[in-house]
């Protein structure tokens, strides 16, 4: 039988490119958000996350009027993969961006967690590596950054997502479910490979973003992988894909760029600042869109 699935915030960028895969995956998916996702055989439930009833209500929500035939009332999903909320700061007040991302995934939590629901997957952010939404030039710690890395955003939206990761941990480890925090980073969708050329060209653009990112589409395998793979408790992975975002190794790149960085372990090769090792590891992700393809499938020089 197909795992019945809530997802928050299926409308946004991420969401919108991983609800279509996860339903060509055979998961019945209910999407909550502000606004519907206009996909034919993916029900919307418009909704607000920051009202703890709408979300009870949602988690246990006919996903349609298919759902009537069945002479009985539902009962809650299976899983909850929580992606609705405000996406980054200078869009409202910071202590809305706070208000809404932290109250908004209490209320996902505590709901899953007291209707016996024990899979959530979490969004998170690489924002919490503090450097993303900083004042002025910041330099990180450390390189590569890793899930046990010294977390100390200094915004409003990089401090929800912190918060975000505790309140996990005290629900996963209080109610023995599986919970994963996935700090994602810069989501590209398959029409933006066209900005990495000026990227490589102009390496100090993207160190906001450790040189990194993850495809939209790669984002939603391991959103699936997280759903398939059980009893890990409370987790973070990094979600992004393999491959720094330059031309040259990584130890070589960040020697130019970022001299006064300590390097606590050897790169392979052109490996991802914000390094993806446990996804690959524990998960079992592979990544299938590799920037480089990408921007030679459109025709265009690499930098």
Not at 10 to 36: E, S
Not at 127 to 137: L, M, N, S
Not at 260 to 277: I, K, M
């Amino acid at each position: 039988m197909a795992m019945r699935v809530l997802f928050t915030g299926g409308t946004g960028k991420a969401g919108r490119h991983a609800l279509p895969y996860l339903h060509d995956r055979g998961y019945q998916l209910l999407n909550f958000d502000l606004q519907p996702f206009p996909h034919p055989a993916i029900p919307s439930l418009v909704g607000d996350i920051t009202d703890g009833a709408q979300v009870f209500n949602a988690m246990t929500s006919h996903f349609d009027f298919g759902g009537l035939q069945a002479g009985k009332t539902p009962g809650p999903v299976d899983a909850v993969v929580h992606f609705a909320a405000v996406p980054r700061i200078l869009i409202h007040p910071d202590n809305e961006t706070f208000r809404v991302n932290v109250m908004g995934t209490y209320n996902v939590i505590e709901a899953a967690m007291k209707l016996g629901i024990r899979k959530v997957v979490i969004a998170s952010s690489e924002t919490t590596y503090g450097v993303c939404f900083a004042e002025g030039d910041k330099d990180f710690h450390s390189f590569p950054l890793e899930e046990d890395y010294d977390t100390d955003p200094t915004d409003s939206y990089g401090l929800s997502k912190v918060v975000n990761e505790r309140t996990a941990r005290a629900f996963a480890a209080r109610f023995g479910a599986d919970i994963y925090a996935l700090r994602i980073g810069n989501v590209i969708e398959p029409h933006e490979y066209d900005r990495f050329p000026g990227w490589v060209a102009d390496p100090p653009s993207r160190k906001r973003n450790a040189w990194s990112y993850v495809d939209a589409r790669d984002l939603a395998e391991i959103v699936h992988l997280c759903l398939q793979r059980d009893g890990l408790g409370f987790q973070v992975f990094n979600a992004v894909n393999d491959a720094i975002t330059a031309d040259q190794p990584t130890a070589a790149f960040l020697a130019r760029w970022c001299p006064g960085t300590p390097v606590t372990r050897d790169f392979a090769g052109q490996e991802a600042p914000l390094s993806n090792r446990k996804a690959r590891d524990v998960l079992g992700f592979k990544e299938q869109h590799d920037w480089r393809g990408e921007v030679r499938a459109l025709g265009m020089p690499k930098a």
